[in-house]
Structures are given as C-alpha cells and as structure tokens.
C-alpha cells in the first residue's frame, strides 16, 4: 500500500501546528511541512511532488496551502496550479487562516435552522477572508445577504468579488460603525453572522432581546469582546430570547470535521482542487445535509 504524502505549503515562517495536527488526526502517513513558501519559492517544491509518483499513483500525494495571510495563500494556490500540467498534478487544499473551513461551517450551522433561499441575512465584518467566504456561500445558496463593512466602498469592493464567483442570490453592500447602525441592519434578517477582527464587538449585551423575527445568530469571534455579547463561544444551537445561537467554539466543532474530512478526500484522486465551494460541498455531508 503507498503512503498518503501530504505536503503543508505555509506562507509564515514556521509551519502551523493547528494544520499539522489535524494533518495527523484525518490520517496522513506523512506530513512534510514547509514554512516560508511564496510563488517565488513554490516551483520546485511542487516538481518534486509531480515527478516522484507515476501518474497512477499521484492520488496518494496532495498539497495543503495555509498560513495567515489568505491573499498570499490563495496567490501561493495559482501559482501551484499553474506549475502542474497534464496528468502531472496532486490535490490541492485552501485554508490559510481557516477561512473556508470556518466559513463552510457556519453556513451549514444556518442551513440546519433556516430555508436559505428564502433567507434575508447579514454579514458584520463582511470584508474579511472569513466574512467574504460566509457571505459567496450564503449568495449560492440564494440567500438575500448584506455584506457589512466599517466603510461601504470596502462592503462595495468585496460583493463585486464575490460576484465574480457567484451569481446566485443577491449582495448588498452597506457601510455601518456604530451599534445603533449594526442592530438598524439586523431589522428584516432572519440571520446575523458575526465575522469581524478577533476582539471587535459589534452587538453589546442585551441587543438580541432587542431584535424581532432573527432566527439564528453566529458569532465566529472566540476573543473577548466576542461579536455578540449574548452568544456564549461555546453555544452550539443555543436558543435565547427567540435567536438560535452559536458562538465560535459551537461552530468550531464542526469546523474540525470538515477540516479533516477535506484532508481525507484529497487522497481519493490526484485533481482535487478544495477551496470555498468544494469544503462546503464536505460540509453539507459533515452535517447530514448533502
Ligand atoms: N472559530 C474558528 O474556528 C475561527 C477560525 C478562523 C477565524 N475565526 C474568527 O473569525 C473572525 C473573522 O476572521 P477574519 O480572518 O476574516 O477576520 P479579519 O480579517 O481580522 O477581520 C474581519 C473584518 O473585521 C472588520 N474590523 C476590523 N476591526 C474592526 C473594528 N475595530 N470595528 C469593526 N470592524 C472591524 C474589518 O472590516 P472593515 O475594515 O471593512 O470594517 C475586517 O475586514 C475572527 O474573529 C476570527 O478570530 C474563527
């Protein structure tokens, strides 16, 4: 039996501990792990993935692509699919930050409560790679989303380039800075998703009783001040005053699975490409809703 090789290309110097232990637990039998990797750096890496194993046998080689910075993670993507040609490529994995893993999960968190077609929902911290990736998979489920951001040419700038990837339900941009603004959006959505910078507070306590007909909160800031004080991190469908709630740790779960489950099935061929569509896609079948 050939060994499953998984490759950990990261962008940071030091190669993620977070992405290799959970490398070990989907069941790789060997992990090489590269820190420091840049489109500049990245060629003869991948070579040395393609060449070693007759196409054949390449399913049992793939590629992670992480670190923290996901705009290099995803440049890092191009260039290695841009370096295999033919029948010589791997699998390919995205997640720099967790972005598509955390994303992946939350929207299937909603899609256990709601009838995403027919929800109105809000993204606060919309611009970020993790809030982006929530609000192109809520689009493609045909969700009506509003894509918040402190500045609305930014909210603007990131529904254009989702618009790009999707053009399934429909984007709102919207500019909002303080509380009163943020739970004014709330008005109307049956569902908030929380995805600003760790630390950033945009519903205080108390604001959840405030709100009418929201029928599922999620808040994926684990960092005091969470994103929305009346969700507790570990909520995982906890309801309160009529929201069903989760709180980061509550999707966090979830998010393990799909990480692990996304790792596994790069070994079932060698032309895998997982990023935002296809993580979610393992999603749905992590939860029961494939
Ligand atoms: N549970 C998990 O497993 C998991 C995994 C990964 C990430 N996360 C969490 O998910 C959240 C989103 O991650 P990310 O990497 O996408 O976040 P990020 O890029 O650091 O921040 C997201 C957005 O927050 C907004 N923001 C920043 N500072 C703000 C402030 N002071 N007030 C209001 N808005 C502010 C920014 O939007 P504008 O500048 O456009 O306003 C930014 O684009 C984070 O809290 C992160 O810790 C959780």
């Known amino acids: 039996m050939m060994k499953k090789i998984l490759i950990q290309f990261d962008t940071d110097q030091a190669p993620s501990t977070f992405d290799r232990v959970v490398a070990v637990d989907a069941g790789v039998?060997?992990?090489?792990?590269?820190?420091?990797?840049?489109p500049d750096n990245v060629t003869g890496l991948v070579h040395g993935a393609i060449f070693t194993r007759g196409p054949a046998?390449?399913?049992?080689?793939?590629?992670?692509?992480?670190g923290s910075n996901v705009t290099d993670g995803e440049a890092l993507m191009d260039k290695i699919g841009s370096t295999f040609f033919g029948p010589m490529k791997v699998s390919v994995m995205m997640d720099s930050n967790g972005c598509n893993t955390t994303a992946a999960a939350a929207v299937v968190a909603a899609k256990k409560h709601l009838q995403l077609a027919k929800t109105s929902a809000l993204v606060l911290g919309g611009t970020g790679p993790v809030g982006q990736r929530v609000a192109q998979l809520l689009a493609t489920e045909g969700s009506a989303v509003t894509l918040v951001s402190r500045s609305e040419d930014r909210a603007a700038t990131s529904c254009d380039a989702i618009r790009k990837k999707t053009d399934a339900g429909t984007l709102t941009p919207a500019g909002a800075a303080t509380v009163e603004e943020f739970q004014s959006l709330?008005?109307?959505?049956?569902?908030?998703?929380?995805?600003?910078?760790?630390?950033?507070?945009?519903?205080?306590?108390?604001?959840?009783a405030a709100l009418d007909g929201l029928s599922v909160a999620i808040d994926l800031n684990a960092v005091p001040p969470t994103g929305i004080s009346d969700i507790g991190v570990t909520d995982k469908a906890a309801e309160k005053h009529g929201t069903i709630c989760y709180g980061a740790i509550g999707v966090g779960g979830t998010k393990m699975k799909?990480?692990?489950?996304?790792?596994?099935?790069?070994?079932?061929?060698?032309d895998h490409v997982l990023d935002t569509e296809q993580i979610y896609a393992l999603a749905l079948q992590v939860a029961g809703l494939a």
Not at 29 to 38: A, K, N, V
Not at 58 to 66: E, R, S
Not at 258 to 270: C, D
């Open 186 to 208: 709330c008005s109307g959505k049956q569902l908030v998703v929380a995805a600003g910078a760790a630390g950033v507070c945009f519903l205080p306590e108390g604001s959840l």
């Open 57 to 66: 046998d390449l399913k049992n080689t793939a590629i992670f692509v992480g």
């Open 258 to 270: 799909v990480h692990r489950k996304a790792i596994a099935s790069l070994f079932e061929a060698n």
């Open 29 to 38: 039998d060997e992990l090489f792990s590269y820190g420091g990797i840049s």
